[in-house]
């Protein structure tokens, strides 16, 4: 199998974690040989928050506020991850790395960089009341109201949907998936797409 470079797409609670999480087993399984690096920007950002310099502080203040973050702080990120766990050979999965269209372009320079060709996107296309409905069902305070709801999906559109745009405008193949099923459907489906069952 050649190594796969594939970004995830989708609002929040449409199951990309979930999604990356079963293709990360499927890959382990199918070639064990093969070592896979998952970015997940979420947890890139909060190891960054605890190193307690400058630059972490300012960033906690912005993420604490409920602000974004400038873009090179999640280009920094995962440009330090990257170089220290990835050579160009192994299985690629990115979680949440592409926010916003320059970090969609910083993402494809590092690709190219590596020489890696197929690079490959899911997006998880979710209504968003069925978003509301899975986010309300998970319990967390912060997925609660309206309005923290409103204000993610808002982001989302605003931001994220012209960094899928770009990356498709950089030749990179995009398949949109249906997230409404059940985790094992929408796994189906994404595999049919991907060409790997």
């Excluded at 079963?22 to 070592?35: C, N, Q, V």
């Excluded at 409920?66 to 990120?77: A, N, Q, T």
């Excluded at 808002?154 to 931001?159: K, P």
Aim: glycine share 8%.
């Amino acid at each position: 199998m050649q190594p796969l470079t594939i970004a995830f797409f989708g609002i929040s609670g449409s199951g990309k974690g979930t999604q990356c999480a079963l293709l990360e087993t499927y890959l382990k399984e199918r070639d064990p040989s093969r070592p896979i690096v998952r970015p997940e920007m979420g947890n890139l950002l909060r190891e960054f928050m605890r190193t307690g310099t400058s630059l972490a502080e300012r960033t906690g203040e912005i993420v604490n506020a409920g602000g974004l973050v400038p873009s090179f702080i999640p280009i920094h990120m995962l440009t330090g991850m990257l170089n220290e766990a990835f050579d160009g050979t192994q299985h690629l999965i990115l979680d949440g790395t592409c926010r916003r269209p320059d970090q969609s372009r910083a993402v494809d320079d590092m690709m190219k960089l590596w020489g890696r060709k197929d690079l490959q996107a899911v997006v998880l296309n979710l209504s968003k009341d069925e978003a509301k409905k899975r986010l309300i069902a998970r319990g967390r305070v912060d997925d609660a109201t309206d309005e923290a709801l409103n204000s993610r999906f808002a982001w989302y559109e605003e931001h994220v949907v012209p960094s899928i745009d770009e990356l498709r405008a950089l030749g990179w193949t995009m398949h949109e998936i249906e997230g409404a099923a059940t985790p094992q459907e929408v796994f189906t489906n994404m595999m049919a797409a991907l060409k790997l069952s």
